[in-house]
T-cell receptor, first 114, second 112 residues
Framework: GAGVSQTPSNKVTEKGKYVELRCDPISGHTALYWYRQSLGQGPEFLIYFQGTGAADDSGLPNDRFFAVRPEGSVSTLKIQRTERGDSAVYLC????????????FGEGSRLTVL | LAKTTQPISMDSYEGQEVNITCSHNNIATNDYITWYQQFPSQGPRFIIQGYKTKVTNEVASLFIPADRKSSTLSLPRVSLSDTAVYYCLVALRDTGRRALTFGSGTRLQVQP
């Protein structure tokens, strides 16, 4: 498809488990963002990639969260030792990069930690 | 980062014009004002962006006064499908230099 694709759309896991969430951005978009959204709240910034490198990871809540984008396209958000408080919708967005203010969001991956 | 303040919620009826105002007193010279719309179970969607005066597209208009300390998103003749959360963001237009920060948004409820 032409849009941002996120998988899985839903993930239920148990506390303490490891989780990976995948984002496939729009082809050619150099900028990629991860956000987290809790019920009733606006999206909370986690990390931003320009190409393969993390240009800003100041939003990652702690060292259990890590994200990679090894080839400058697909990105994976990794959460270790999940906690119930990690339950949220994880949104990925991509952008053509420099010179535009428009982000294109995927539909998100809903993570539930039991 | 410039902080934005917007109403938590608004109600309207079909066919009416809706104006949502956002305050951003600390906007920087190089910042642009961007509005996003979000439906339940979907990611936010870009609506409109502007720097000053007025911008109009097929969806909405954006009014920005000379001091740029506020902005107003105007939705003409809303329909039920415009029920959504609307976010006002202030950031460099060049998103390659800074991440966009979302606030809590304005929940617009359109009734028949």
């Amino acid at each position: 498809g032409a849009g941002v694709s996120q998988t899985p759309s839903n993930k239920v896991t148990e506390k303490g488990k490891y989780v990976e969430l995948r984002c496939d951005p729009i082809s050619g978009h150099t900028a990629l963002y991860w956000y987290r959204q809790s019920l009733g709240q606006g999206p909370e910034f986690l990390i931003y990639f320009q190409g393969t490198g993390a240009a800003d990871d100041s939003g990652l809540p702690n060292d259990r969260f890590f994200a990679v984008r090894p080839e400058g396209s697909v990105s994976t958000l990794k959460i270790q030792r999940t906690e119930r408080g990690d339950s949220a919708v994880y949104l990925c967005a991509s952008s053509p990069g420099l010179g535009t203010g428009e982000l294109f969001f995927g539909e998100g991956s809903r993570l539930t930690v039991l | 980062l410039a902080k934005t303040t917007q109403p938590i919620s608004m109600d309207s009826y079909e066919g009416q014009e809706v104006n949502i105002t956002c305050s951003h007193n600390n906007i920087a010279t190089n910042d642009y004002i961007t509005w996003y719309q979000q439906f339940p179970s979907q990611g936010p969607r870009f609506i409109i962006q502007g720097y000053k005066t007025k911008v109009t597209n097929e969806v909405a208009s954006l009014f920005i006064p000379a001091d740029r300390k506020s902005s107003t998103l105007s939705l003409p003749r809303v329909s039920l499908s415009d029920t959504a959360v609307y976010y006002c963001l202030v950031a460099l237009r060049d998103t390659g230099r800074r991440a966009l920060t979302f606030g809590s948004g304005t929940r617009l409820q359109v009734q028949p």
